[in-house]
């Protein structure tokens, strides 16, 4: 019973987060799903000793962000068609929990993954350039050219768009 109660606190404080997280990389509601899953049932089978609230919730994100590169290295990702294909108009189908609708997140998850995640985690997680820099293991220097440079690139995508 204790260990129900103890998964169903973890499940409510971290699934939201694996998910946007995964949803960001993937765009994919089912894969994402699925890596937040199976990053809380990671967290069950290795039981890692957490300092603290903010260590416990970076491992979470930097298991979630590993699990999707995994994810995108398989073969079984390189040969099915995933949601970027879908034209804009047909996205309201695709709509995902714990996501807002937003064209501007929609126009995040579509710059190269060194500049979505950094954006993403600042902007839409709320975390800080060193925490940034702590979950996807770069530099401080790293993630502030990639911020930059990825608003730079988003400011270019949504002039397109206009």
Same mark, same amino acid.
């Given at each position: +019973?204790e260990i %129900? =109660? #103890?998964l169903e606190g973890y499940? %409510?404080?971290?699934?939201?987060a694996?998910?946007?997280v995964?949803?960001?990389m993937?765009? *994919?509601? $089912?894969?994402a @799903?699925?890596? $937040? %899953?199976?990053?809380?049932?990671? /967290?069950f /089978?290795? %039981?890692?000793?957490f300092? *603290?609230?903010?260590?416990?919730k970076?491992? +979470?994100?930097?298991?979630?962000?590993n699990l999707?590169?995994?994810? /995108?290295k398989?073969?079984?990702?390189?040969?099915?068609?995933?949601?970027?294909?879908?034209p804009e108009?047909g =996205?309201l189908?695709f #709509? $995902?929990p714990? /996501?807002?609708?937003?064209d501007t997140l929609?126009a995040?998850l579509?710059?190269?993954? =060194?500049?979505? *995640?950094?954006?993403?985690?600042?902007y839409?997680?709320?975390?800080?350039?060193r @925490?940034?820099a @702590?979950?996807?293991?770069e530099p @401080?220097n790293?993630?502030?050219?990639?911020l930059?440079?990825g608003?730079?690139?988003?400011?270019q995508?949504?002039g397109?768009r206009?």
């Amino acid at each position: +019973m204790e260990i %129900q =109660r #103890q998964l169903e606190g973890y499940f %409510q404080i971290y699934y939201p987060a694996c998910y946007r997280v995964a949803f960001s990389m993937l765009k *994919n509601h $089912a894969d994402a @799903e699925d890596i $937040a %899953q199976e990053t809380l049932l990671r /967290l069950f /089978l290795y %039981q890692p000793e957490f300092k *603290n609230a903010e260590h416990e919730k970076a491992w +979470m994100i930097r298991t979630a962000i590993n699990l999707c590169k995994d994810l /995108l290295k398989s073969k079984w990702h390189k040969t099915t068609v995933g949601i970027e294909s879908v034209p804009e108009e047909g =996205r309201l189908v695709f #709509q $995902a929990p714990y /996501l807002e609708e937003d064209d501007t997140l929609w126009a995040v998850l579509e710059l190269p993954d =060194r500049y979505k *995640n950094c954006l993403y985690l600042f902007y839409y997680e709320d975390y800080s350039i060193r @925490e940034i820099a @702590e979950i996807l293991e770069e530099p @401080e220097n790293t993630v502030k050219t990639n911020l930059r440079r990825g608003r730079e690139a988003l400011k270019q995508l949504l002039g397109e768009r206009s």
